[in-house]
């Protein structure tokens, strides 16, 4: 029996561009560290205008991540693999039917050995029963035996004993995945 892999998209296997498109709206370079990982934080009170406008695609012209077609495609052959990712944008309803859509989109062209029943949208990851889960949202590697931050601008701050207090385990790219779930097993 295969073990259950869940990785997470947005920021795993993907760069999206709803930073840069956050940016060129308000013309001002956005601050991490003040927004955390809701990037719509840097609206402030624009958020509104922002979502209103056409409808906003994230992944328009986004590139996956370096080496994430190859060890996907390598991981989905040994494990049981899902992608598990959030359809809601808080702050933007009206804009939640057009990113899922977006998103199923984006992963069929990009990842097309990846099966339709191999994507689930939901927003709380912790209902779905994982062995590893891969992910850039401490919150989201709540359960699992083998938990994989996968290092992002966002999480940088997160000292590496409250990571080793979770047994939660960072990694900087696909390579270190390929690594330890492909070569160390």
């Given at each position: ?158 000292p590496k004993e409250e990571l080793e207090k979770e047994k939660i385990i960072r990694v900087m790219n696909w390579k270190e995945i390929k690594q ?6």
């Amino acid at each position: 029996m295969k073990k259950k892999l869940m990785i997470d998209m947005d920021e795993v296997i993907t760069d999206g561009t709803f930073r840069q498109q956050i940016e060129d709206f308000l013309g001002e370079k956005i601050d991490i560290q003040k927004t955390g990982y809701f990037l719509q934080e840097a609206l402030g009170k624009r958020k509104e205008e922002f979502f209103r406008q056409k409808p906003l695609n994230m992944y328009e012209s986004s590139p996956l991540k370096k080496d994430a077609y190859e060890v996907i495609q390598n991981l989905n052959e040994k494990f049981e693999l899902y992608i598990v990712s959030s359809y809601n944008i808080p702050d933007a309803n009206y804009q939640n039917g057009n990113h899922l859509k977006y998103k199923m989109e984006y992963l069929q062209e990009k990842l097309p050995f990846i099966a339709p029943e191999q994507i689930i949208f939901l927003n709380k990851k912790e209902l779905i029963a994982y062995d590893i889960i891969i992910d850039d949202i401490p919150q989201n590697l709540k359960s699992g035996k083998l938990k994989l931050l996968f290092s992002t601008e966002m999480n940088q701050k997160i000292p590496k004993e409250e990571l080793e207090k979770e047994k939660i385990i960072r990694v900087m790219n696909w390579k270190e995945i390929k690594q330890i779930l492909l070569e160390e097993n």
